[in-house]
Nanobody, 123 residues
Framework: QVQLVESGGGLVQAGDSLRLSCASS????????MGWFLQAPGKEREFVAS????????SYADSVKGRFTISRDNSKNTVYLQMNSLKPEDTAVYYC????????????????WGQGTQVTVSS
């Protein structure tokens, strides 16, 4: 299995930018579709973005489209989430996850998860 560790979260003001990173210690990183999910307090985990094995195809939740960009560097075994124009409603714990197949927008498609990193956006 792959081991995933998120980093880059923090406290920022509305309108600021943040880049999250997810590092993998696995040997077959490029075999996985990678995704980002978020979980706000008291709510279920929800899809944010995903990227194909090569990084050539991406998918985004409507709420982040045009503001967030997912990317990956397979040579570094790392996936990123660039977050621009942050809003208070983006406040949540962000998780990266690895999938071997299925619908990349669905949580059930992911077998491996990181520990999460907190993003807090103040008004």
């Amino acid at each position: 299995q792959v081991q995933l560790v998120e980093s880059g979260g923090g406290l920022v003001q509305a309108g600021d930018s943040l880049r999250l990173s997810c590092a993998s210690s696995g040997r077959t990183f490029s075999s996985y579709v990678m995704g980002w999910f978020l979980q706000a307090p008291g709510k279920e985990r929800e899809f944010v973005a995903s990227t194909s094995r090569s990084g050539g195809l991406t998918s985004y939740a409507d709420s982040v489209k045009g503001r967030f960009t997912i990317s990956r560097d397979n040579s570094k075994n790392t996936v990123y989430l660039q977050m621009n124009s942050l809003k208070p409603e983006d406040t949540a714990v962000y998780y990266c996850a690895a999938s071997l197949g299925g619908n990349s927008r669905l949580e059930i498609s992911y077998a491996n998860w990181g520990q999460g990193t907190q993003v807090t956006v103040s008004s």
